[in-house]
């Protein structure tokens, strides 16, 4: 259960025993903010832990006598194991007290035939494309997530994809490689269907990393742009499933805010420098492969904003409105730099407005709301923003040593106020 959803069940409670809720009104807001499967996991992660460990245990202890062995002895080790823990996987799946040991039985299992590939491939000295085995593994892992259900197995799914990926990415130049399209279809819709946030957050992440890692082979200078709509567009995604879905412990669009903001934020503060050496803004692709990665996030981006301002979802409050404005601007000038040099100077400008408007909503709504991840937030970006600027900007130290005095004082001021107002809420619950 969630920092957040705990916090609520504890109030919900207490306003409960002072009487301001009946009890039925108290079940029917618990039922918003279920418990969620904590204590499952704290069986999960230490039996699977285990088994892996035991199972890895059993492969050295033969592995120690494996040259000697004969190959149908090491072949029957290989599907004696596979039936062995599959096997009682089954078994205790039966049974509904044992979910947790059933499903660390078949992520073991799981595990072994991963290795079983290899110590086949050691028995029959078969030289294959050795990324090939990650994306059997893979698949035959994304399978038994979908078939047990199981969070476990989506989350090794996801590791081997990004493993298969980023070895034919970057060890055999395959840039037009399909592993983070596996991963978008493969996993992100396992995890909406589990409800699992940790898998979505892996999922995403995943799938951002390898379309990336691919197009630095394509084009490097064509990853700043797609990164940018990247971000854009996950922001975008995280007001459509808002709007779609109610309150529960699932929160889809918490992932893609939090990683659409990282990525998004990230790409804007490099574009705040001039000429940034991560990829011209001035460039669009020159081969087919070019267009589908640069592309797919352009039109994603710019297909999902169009949906959120024609729900009316863009400025559900003035921040949101602003954030919403903000992005559209950075995104239109963006591209418009891309078809037109001339462009690049303004976008510039507004890839620096754009960065000091959100660390500016960022530490207003972390006063107004006293969240102290916000007001971080926002001070860490102003500060970063002082810092390059005293790098690339400022050649007198007069000016410099004035900026660093004004917004020193204006950071202290922030934290000033961020604790009076923290003080002030804390005052009406100690005095009842």
Avoid at 44 to 68: D, S
Avoid at 379 to 406: G, I, Q, Y
Wanted: hydrophobic share 55%; charged share 15%.
């Amino acid at each position: 259960m969630s920092k957040h959803n705990r916090q609520i069940r504890q109030e919900i409670s207490q306003w409960q025993r002072e009487g301001l809720i009946t009890a039925q009104q108290a079940d029917v807001l618990l039922l918003r903010y279920p418990q969620g499967d904590t204590r499952e996991w704290s069986r999960i992660v230490p039996m699977a832990a285990g088994a892996v460990i035991f199972g890895l245990g059993v492969i050295l202890f033969f592995a120690y006598n494996w040259e000697a062995m004969h190959r149908l002895i090491k072949l029957s080790f290989i599907g004696a194991g596979l039936a062995a823990l599959h096997g009682a996987g089954i078994y205790y799946g039966r049974r509904s007290k044992s979910r947790a040991l059933s499903d660390s039985l078949h992520l073991a299992g799981t595990m072994f035939f991963g290795a079983g590939i290899w110590l086949i491939a050691q028995i029959y000295h078969i030289d294959e494309h050795y990324p090939n085995a990650f994306l059997l593994w893979s698949g035959i892992a994304l399978a038994m997530a979908w078939t047990m259900p199981s969070v476990a197995h989506g989350l090794l799914a996801v590791a081997l994809a990004f493993m298969w990926g980023c070895f034919e990415i970057f060890d055999f130049s395959h840039a037009q490689h399909p592993a983070s399209w596996a991963v978008a279809l493969g996993t992100i819709p396992l995890a909406l269907w589990l409800r699992s946030n940790v898998l979505m957050f892996f999922s995403v992440t995943a799938f951002v990393l390898l379309h990336g890692f691919s197009l630095i082979n394509v084009d490097d200078d064509l990853v700043f742009t797609a990164m940018v709509m990247l971000g854009s567009a996950m922001l975008a995604g995280a007001k459509l499933i808002q709007d779609q879905r109610s309150l529960d412990a699932f929160k889809p669009e918490e992932v893609l805010r939090r990683l659409g903001l990282v990525v998004w934020i990230l790409m804007v503060f490099i574009g705040t420098f001039a000429n940034n050496s991560f990829g011209g803004m001035n460039d669009l692709p020159g081969e087919f492969w070019g267009w589908v990665f640069w592309g797919g996030p352009v039109l994603l981006a710019v297909v999902s904003w169009i949906w959120v301002y024609a729900a009316g979802l863009a400025s559900k409050t003035p921040s949101e409105g602003i954030e919403s404005a903000t992005v559209v601007a950075a995104m239109v000038v963006l591209l418009m730099a891309n078809f037109s040099a001339d462009m690049e100077g303004l976008a510039w400008v507004v890839f620096n407005l754009a960065f000091l408007v959100f660390a500016g909503v960022m530490l207003s709504r972390g006063l107004n709301e006293v969240r102290w991840g916000l007001t971080s937030v926002g001070t860490l970006m102003l500060a970063a923003f002082v810092f390059a600027r005293f790098l690339d900007l400022f050649d007198s130290l007069l000016a410099r040593s004035a900026v660093f005095v004004v917004v020193g004082v204006g950071l202290f001021v922030v934290g000033q106020m961020f604790s009076r107002r923290k003080q002030r809420l804390q005052e009406p619950a100690a005095d009842a």
